[in-house]
């Protein structure tokens, strides 16, 4: 896919008043068999007046922090409505608490869609999956926060789509990158530790594509791990993957896991070469509990700019970013990643809806606009990146290869395009 001209999104800078509302238990409910017929013609959820959508992130449990991936999604939505709202409407945004629980992700969904009789939902994780049948049923837009591929299916269920790009993508081209350069990783022996879910399954995937036919022998088996999200003691899968002879060790579950084992390494003087997922980046999530002495020298692929990198102090994007953060992002943490993420992904869906304009707005009208984004900006992604929505339904592309100095990362070779490159249409 080629490049367009770029177009910029619409900035949102104003104080606002929307209420992020978390109800911090939901439970499945009875409704409507799908959607109801709105008097006036509007499609569920969408007044003359108002936008509904709904949300589900994790506000407690292992994966808690990403509940200020809801507060970002609700400040931006803020900041939107402080200027006028999506085409003279204004947003209103619920989220609910699942703590990473399928059943609870479940329960939330259907309150959402058959009793608040929403226009769109955001959610986060792989345990998207679970109601990835149901949202499609009910012709619902679903936007999730997560990278495994199973969200790129879009033939199979057009109303979902990731704001996050395909873990696949990133591994094939950190692969690509590791073998094209063995004055960095010579005679490179793979070993993977995963989450225990479909994540893993798209990081193997992408690794083995990255491989071709040395998949076998330079990633084999044995050396593909899974652990679970509450594991924060990773000390038996290093050894044996250190006894097997790995020296470069991919690790993509981001969890206090990651930053134990990040200090583990460092500790026994294992002289591997550690590659982080692009949801593990974050130097004051992920490196900072690992201690940044011993994370010097790990490598990264980010698509995203992480807040915490002085790197970014002067960026525009960011400062843009924290305005609206820090005016009324009602305690999130401007500096985590997770934050960011929120942000850009609300910046998408209200680029989405602002393309629709003065027509009726509908599921249908919304998949359009989401497949028709092409070549826009966005706040949070790293320099050179825009927005293009792919035949997966993907919006983000481009990834930058990534190596920790000690106190900040550093770009490492040239912009990856998974377009251009061919890793995907």
């Known amino acids: 896919m080629s490049r367009s001209t770029r177009r910029t999104i619409p900035r949102t800078r104003g104080v606002a008043a929307i209420t992020l509302v978390v109800a911090m238990s939901a439970t499945a409910c009875g409704g409507s ?11 569920q959820g969408v007044t003359d007046e108002a936008i509904k959508i709904g949300g589900s992130f994790p506000f407690s449990g292992p994966y808690a922090v990403f509940s200020n991936a809801s507060q970002a999604i609700a400040a931006c939505f803020a900041a939107a409505n402080e200027d006028g709202g999506v085409n003279g409407r ?6 609910a608490d699942d703590a990473y629980d399928p059943a609870r992700l479940t329960a939330n969904a259907r309150e959402a869609v058959e009793q608040e009789q929403v226009a769109a939902f955001i959610s986060f994780g792989g345990t998207n999956v679970a109601i990835q049948p ?11 926060l997560a990278g495994n591929a199973e969200f790129s299916r879009v033939d199979e269920f057009p109303f979902t789509h990731a704001w996050w790009p ?6 094939e081209a950190v692969t690509s990158y590791v073998m094209d350069h063995p004055e960095e990783f010579p005679a490179p022996e793979i070993g993977l530790i995963s989450l225990n879910n479909t994540l893993a399954d798209s990081h193997i995937a992408g690794i083995e594509a990255g491989l071709g036919g040395d998949a076998a022998t330079v990633f084999p088996e ?9 594991l924060a003691d990773w000390t038996s899968q290093l050894n044996q993957l250190q006894a097997a002879g790995v020296n470069v060790l991919y690790m993509n579950p981001g969890t206090a896991g990651q930053a134990n084992a990040i200090k583990y390494i460092d500790e026994i003087g294992w002289p591997v070469k550690v590659i982080v997922y692009s949801g593990g980046t974050s130097i004051k999530t992920n490196l900072e509990p690992a201690g940044l002495d011993a994370a010097e020298g790990i490598y990264g692929a980010a698509w995203l700019k992480d807040p915490s990198d002085s790197r970014w102090a002067d960026d525009e994007g960011i400062q843009r970013y924290r305005e609206v953060i820090e005016q009324y992002g009602e305690g999130a943490d401007p500096d985590l990643t997770f934050t960011a993420n929120g ?22 009208a919304f998949n359009e606009a989401w497949m028709a984004i092409d070549g826009e900006e966005s706040d949070v992604l790293v320099p050179g990146a825009d927005l293009i929505a792919g035949e997966s339904g993907r919006l983000v592309h481009d990834y930058q290869m ?3 100095d000690g106190t900040s990362w550093e770009d490492v070779g040239e912009l990856i395009d998974v377009y251009e490159s061919g890793i995907t249409e």
């Not at 204004?90 to 989220?95: D, N, V």
């Open 33 to 43: 068999d799908r959607r109801e017929a709105e008097s006036g013609g509007g499609a």
């Open 90 to 95: 204004q947003i209103e945004y619920t989220a």
């Open 134 to 144: 149901y949202m499609n049923e009910s012709q619902v837009p679903h936007i999730v």
């Open 166 to 171: 395909d873990l696949s993508w990133e591994a």
């Open 222 to 230: 044995e050396n593909r791990l899974r652990v679970e999200p509450t």
């Open 343 to 364: 942000y850009g992904a609300c910046q998408a869906v209200l680029s989405a809806l602002e393309s629709i304009g003065d027509e009726e707005i509908t599921s249908e």
């Open 402 to 404: 990534l190596r920790f």
